[in-house]
């Protein structure tokens, strides 16, 4: 996996369906310094077609989403925007979930419970080729 370059401009695109949660997830990710939100949608079928429109660098991706769930949609993307970089930000727990995500080409999978704690760290380990899980799931060392 080769690593996303760091200085230039890192476009991003967020689909998370709860409205309240995706202007977080925007606010935080524009404080980012090289970072646009390039697009904001809120469910897997949109997230697919903005994805193979938008090219984005770097996609964070709820599972839970109408429409479409995140794990298809992620699976739909990597032949869309295959350089694109998927981090899951979920809430969904369960060791198989994680390791579902993180065969769906996923780089990284952050519980949103902890999102004001590792999605920095997630963003830059993603950055640097590197795959990131949050603490606590069951597993984490198998991927």
């Known amino acids: 996996m080769t690593s996303v370059a760091t ?3 890192l476009r ?4 998370e369906d709860h409205k309240a949660f995706l202007e977080f997830v925007c606010s935080t990710v524009r404080e980012r310094p090289n970072t ?3 697009g ?4 897997g079928l949109e997230a697919v ?3 193979a429109n938008l090219q984005p660098d770097l996609i964070l991706l709820d599972i839970g989403l109408p429409g479409l769930n995140g794990l298809e949609a992620a699976r739909r993307i990597r032949g869309l925007a295959p350089e694109a970089r998927i981090i899951f930000l979920t809430q969904e727990t369960a060791p198989e979930i ?3 995500a993180m065969g769906a080409g996923a780089s ?3 519980l949103k419970a902890r999102c004001h704690c590792d999605l920095e ?3 830059q380990a993603v950055l640097q080729g590197r795959r990131f899980i949050s603490a606590g799931l069951d597993g984490q060392a198998s991927y």
């Open 40 to 43: 904001a949608v809120q469910d």
């Open 108 to 110: 990284a999978y952050v």
């Open 49 to 51: 077609d903005a994805a």
């Open 12 to 15: 991003t695109l967020i689909v």
């Open 7 to 9: 200085t230039s401009e």
């Open 98 to 100: 994680v390791h579902e």
């Open 121 to 123: 760290n997630a963003i």
């Open 36 to 38: 646009t939100v390039v």
